[in-house]
């Protein structure tokens, strides 16, 4: 992902984000993840969009 480790800690802790719990390990699927990714991308730009 091109993040820090505690940085990506921080972001399987945020509520929404798409994670999968196998006893300590924290497993991201990638799919979710890009879901994730774009919808928070529309957000930001309709913020950014209603400022204008």
């Known amino acids: 992902m091109g993040i820090s480790l ?3 800690y921080e972001l399987v802790k945020t509520l929404g984000f ?3 719990r196998i006893g300590a390990r ?3 699927p ?3 993840y890009k879901e994730c990714f774009r919808q928070s991308l529309r957000i930001e730009m309709h913020r950014k969009w209603r400022k204008l």
């Open 6 to 8: 505690p940085k990506a």
């Open 30 to 32: 990638i799919e979710a």
């Open 26 to 28: 924290i497993l991201i």
């Open 18 to 20: 798409p994670t999968i």
